[in-house]
């Protein structure tokens, strides 16, 4: 199958006073149509950055200095700008971080809706609120009361789910959820799972979602992909990296991440802390947090290796791993 | 003499400062300016003689190097009149800006350590302060008072622009009341005055003394308006008088060759804003370091 | 609601204040104010001293033997009643005089403020949104010039090029003391010709200072999320300028605007003198050279009570503006 997405080897680096920050360090992966990819990191892994160039917004002083990303064979970063401006939204869209305040507090979310869908196109007004009700439906929302309204008059949890809605009123191929659920009490957060579950039933919409929260990858995703440091370090099949992950990190991250069943005080966290992105350790970017790091991977950073059936990897010691919930 | 060699609390208040402002082109003019108007004021008069005698032959002349900015309607050099005007220009604004920065610091602490009956009643009259216009306020006192000096000039100038001041100084005390150091200078048993003095005024200084450019910049404009309007009479020299007296009464403005008489006190006026307006953004570079490049 | 209520209390009080100072500042008047007027109807009419007295006495409703608590009673119902006062000048109430002033004024400045607000913030917003033009040095260092310069300074020199030297526009007044003032054609263009000056002044002084806090409140604006997000959603850039961050950026401005308007009927004090327009600001300028107090008093009152009133209008209209704070509240 030929993936949606397609990502090689991107690098994005912030431009700061004193020297430049890497914050994606020749990250790949592949989006195929209709499945749902996690992207999974600790804070700073670089995924909010990576979400960000697939729709080329990376906002200055950040800049893309390499790498490719192919959406249907089209490498979006040489997309001029009017092309871009219907690339955005249109093909792929995306549900920000923290969306509380991503929808303009002085206009009306009828008024956006149509505004988003006149940028790409004549529609007539009818026909963009018609098609707004039947997604703010979708997301279990009365489109009477949310359309006429302005965003700080809804609740967090009735904002992100309109907020949902928007993206998806010009019916994107593929849509990027940036931790859709923080900042939402659990229940809020258990009902937009859902509902983004049925979206993709209904839609058959490809997702690429980012998150730390394993519990939400354990829900949605078909497939994963791990970052550390800005590098993607592993990726595979859901039930591959939750019971056999061939990485240091995955294995810590799942771990680490609490259940419902199980004792809290068999849950180990990983040692150590995140690099630095400034001046990263040479070699592996994990090395100083693995209990299996050899002076092989102090020196030589490893590259993302398939090992088959999709399976990538980017560690020396792979196969010595064997990990899992 | 390296720059390890300046003790420490010298460094801080007079070199550092001294080398951003360097640093900062447009302070460093700034700068320059107000020292080339403080001399003008302080020893320009004591340098350069005033002749007052008329002669109608030369009114109104060109630049020469006899009359370097020309004469008057009477004939009088213009450049000494600018040069005796500034002290008197200058030491009125001075004043103004000490009395109101005085009177601001007063009131803003009162309101600010005591709280209660005593703010509210200070606060109402500050919003009042603020609300009114002052302009017109100095245009009323200014007919009922009489004014002819410098000081009574300076008292009438910061009668009504204290508020602004006052209000940021009590919102400083109110902030830094709480915070653990006043605590502890009080635990100490350290008195009323020395907590104010020596704990409280030295954090409100900075924004004082950028605000203190600010004042006289005020008090210029206020004070040349009040003359420039005929409503203080004061010594022809005064450059807001040259401005009342070529606008209304010598006919100096229909005159294209009375340029530099009505031209210079303009261009004074002009330049020392400029200045003080420059010297006191580099000042709030010095005080806010995030500001600096 | 009892927001409103509490602030509507401050305005008063503030009013009160201001109305006690007044009255007191001007009692203060050295000598007798009575005894210059009342010899002026001597001079002129004829009169003898003492019925002269009684008259101005009786014409400005003030006897300085009466107790003082007693004149101010009276003092402040006459202000509660609208009575602003006479003018000694021009013997007439200077209510009549504020009715005769007041259009020239507001025809003056509503069309030179709401030119500089528009220019300014038309200015500010395309600063804000390209960064880097030619527009932004040329406007920061225009700002600055106009900030050093008095308004009267500009305006004078305005005078003094196109007036007194270059004739192309007249030197005083509101229009052509020949013509009768009517909807004629050769009026109206009176007006405006008399008008332009004094509003070019005052376009000309004020512009830069909507345009750098229009500048100031749009960066702002422009870190916001939902501006990147509009990006990401595929918008104009010209429309994101306009609706997004152009909306957002005014509202904090609309307050000063308000307040702006509601100062303005106090009259340009500069402008007008400068320009000889007959507006409010004009007259009290006279009014203070020629110690008319009764006037000096009623048109300053006036002054106050409008400044204070539409403070408390911008005050309660910002809140209405911004859905947010709506919702706070």
Redesign the interface.
């Known amino acids: 199958m030929i993936p949606l997405l397609s990502m090689r080897d991107l690098v994005v680096e912030f431009d700061l006073g004193k020297g430049a920050l890497r914050a994606v360090n020749r990250a790949s992966l592949d989006v195929q149509p209709g499945e749902i990819m996690a992207v999974v990191g600790e804070s700073g892994s670089g995924k909010t950055t990576l979400a960000f160039s697939v729709l080329n917004l990376v906002p200055p002083p950040g800049r893309i200095a390499g790498g490719e990303i192919l959406f249907e064979d089209k490498d979006v970063l040489f997309l001029g700008p009017e092309e871009l401006r219907k690339y955005r939204w249109k093909e792929v869209s995306m549900v920000f971080q923290a969306a509380q305040n991503a929808m303009n507090p002085v206009m009306r979310i009828a008024d956006q809706m149509v505004d988003t869908a006149q940028a790409h196109g004549k529609a007539s007004k009818g026909e963009v609120l018609e098609k707004a009700s039947e997604l703010l439906g979708m997301m279990r929302l009365e489109p009477s009361q949310v359309l006429h309204s302005y965003p700080h008059e809804l609740s967090g949890g009735m904002r992100q789910r309109a907020i949902i809605a928007i993206s998806l009123i010009l019916d994107p191929k593929m849509l990027i959820l940036d931790e859709p659920t923080t900042a939402l009490d659990v229940v809020t957060q258990a009902y937009i799972l859902d509902i983004l579950a049925d979206v993709r039933e209904k839609l058959g919409l490809t997702m690429l979602l980012l998150t730390h929260d394993m519990s939400i990858v354990a829900r949605l995703a078909d497939r994963v992909a791990v970052m550390y440091a800005g590098r993607s370090v592993e990726v595979g099949k859901i039930e591959e990296i939750f019971y056999d992950a061939k990485h240091p990190y995955t294995v810590g991250l799942i771990s680490a991440a609490p259940s419902l069943i199980g004792d809290i005080a068999d849950k180990k966290p990983i040692p150590g802390s995140p690099p630095n992105l400034l001046n990263p350790p040479p070699g592996c970017p994990f090395h100083p947090r693995c209990a299996h790091a050899t002076d092989r991977c102090r020196e030589e950073e490893p590259e993302l290796k398939a090992i088959g059936d999709g399976r990538l990897v980017a560690c020396h010691n792979w196969w010595l791993i064997s990990g899992g919930a | 003499m390296s720059v390890t060699a300046i003790p420490g609390r010298l460094y801080r208040s007079i070199y550092e400062p001294f080398v951003i402002i360097r640093r900062n082109k447009r302070a460093f003019i700034g700068l320059i300016i107000l020292v080339i108007f403080a001399l003008m004021a302080t020893v320009g008069p004591e340098v350069v003689p005033l002749d007052t005698t008329q002669n109608f032959a030369k009114r109104f002349q060109w630049p020469s190097l006899e009359h370097p900015l020309g004469t008057d309607h009477v004939g009088r050099d213009t450049f000494q009149q600018i040069v005796h005007g500034s002290r008197d220009v200058l030491l009125t604004a001075f004043l103004a800006a000490i009395f109101t920065t005085g009177v601001a610091i007063l009131i803003g602490m009162l309101a600010g350590l005591q709280g209660g009956m005593v703010d509210t009643l200070l606060m109402l009259m500050t919003n009042a302060i603020l609300t009114v216009p002052s302009f017109p306020v100095m245009m009323i006192i200014s007919v009922v008072f009489k004014v002819r000096d410098p000081v009574s000039l300076g008292l009438l100038l910061s009668i009504w622009t204290w508020g602004g001041l006052a209000r940021a100084i009590r919102s400083q005390i109110l902030s830094l009341r709480e915070r653990e150091f006043i605590e502890a200078a009080r635990a100490l048993g350290l008195s009323t005055f020395h907590v104010v003095f020596r704990e409280l005024l030295p954090n409100v200084m900075p924004y004082v003394a950028i605000n203190f450019f600010t004042l006289m910049r005020g008090a210029i404009t206020a004070s040349v308006g009040l003359m420039f309007l005929g409503l203080i009479p004061f010594k022809a020299t005064n450059w807001g008088m040259m401005l009342n007296l070529a606008a209304w009464q010598t006919g100096a403005i229909y005159v294209p060759k009375a340029l530099f008489y009505f031209g210079s006190p303009m261009a004074c006026i002009i330049l020392f804003q400029l200045g003080a307006f420059f010297f006191a953004s580099g000042l709030d570079e010095v005080v806010n370091p995030r500001l600096r490049t | 609601m009892l927001i409103i209520v509490r602030k509507a209390g ?1 305005a008063f ?2 009013l009160l ?2 109305m006690t100072l ?1 009255f007191f ?2 009692r ?3 000598g007798d104010p009575l005894y210059m007027w009342a010899m002026d109807l001597v001079h002129t009419h004829g009169m003898d001293f003492d019925s002269a007295y009684e008259q101005v006495k009786q014409m400005y409703d003030y006897d300085p033997h009466e107790p003082l608590g007693q004149q101010y009673i009276r003092y402040i119902k006459g202000l509660m009643k609208g009575d602003l006062g006479t003018s000694m000048v021009y013997k007439i109430s200077t209510n009549r005089i504020i009715t005769k002033a007041l259009p020239w004024t507001v025809f003056l400045l509503s069309i030179s403020l709401l030119i500089s607000f528009g220019l300014g913030s038309l200015m500010g917003m395309v600063m804000a949104w390209k960064r880097k033009t030619a527009l932004d040095p040329i406007v920061t260092a225009y700002a ?2 106009t ?4 308004d ?2 500009t305006a ?2 305005l ?2 090029i196109f007036a ?2 270059l004739r192309f526009f007249p030197m005083k007044g509101a229009y052509d003391s020949a013509l009768t003032p009517g909807f004629n054609w050769t009026f109206i263009k009176s007006v405006l010709h008399h008008a332009a000056l004094p509003i070019t002044a005052y376009v000309f002084e004020s512009t830069a200072a909507w345009a750098m806090a229009m500048k100031g409140s749009a960066v702002s604006v422009l870190g ?3 501006i ?9 850039e010209r ?1 994101i300028m306009i ?2 961050m152009g ?2 950026a005014i ?1 904090p401005l609309i307050t000063g605007l308000a307040i702006a308007l509601g ?1 303005m009927l ?1 009259g340009a ?2 402008i007008e ?2 320009f000889s327009y007959p507006g409010i600001g004009w007259f ?2 006279q009014a ?2 020629r ?1 008319d107090l009764g006037l ?1 008093q009623g048109l ?1 009152l006036m ?2 009570v409008v ?2 009133f539409s ?1 408390l209008v911008a005050d309660i209209l910002y809140s209405r503006l ?3 704070i709506k ?1 706070e509240e």
Do not use: C, Q, S, W
């Not at chain 3, 900030?147 to 008095?150: H, I, K, L, Q, Y």
């Not at chain 3, 990147?228 to 595929?234: D, K, T």
């Open positions: 401050i009080l503030t204040i201001v007044t500042l001007l203060k008047v050295p600055a010039f900030g050093a310069t008095p009267y300074i004078l020199i005078l003094i007194a030297n916001e999320d939902y990147m997000a509009a990006r990401a959603r595929g918008l104009k429309r609706f997004y909306r957002n509202l100062t106090g004090t500069f003198t400068i009290f300028a203070t050279t110690m000096m300053f002054t106050a400044t204070i403070n911004d859905p947010r919702v």
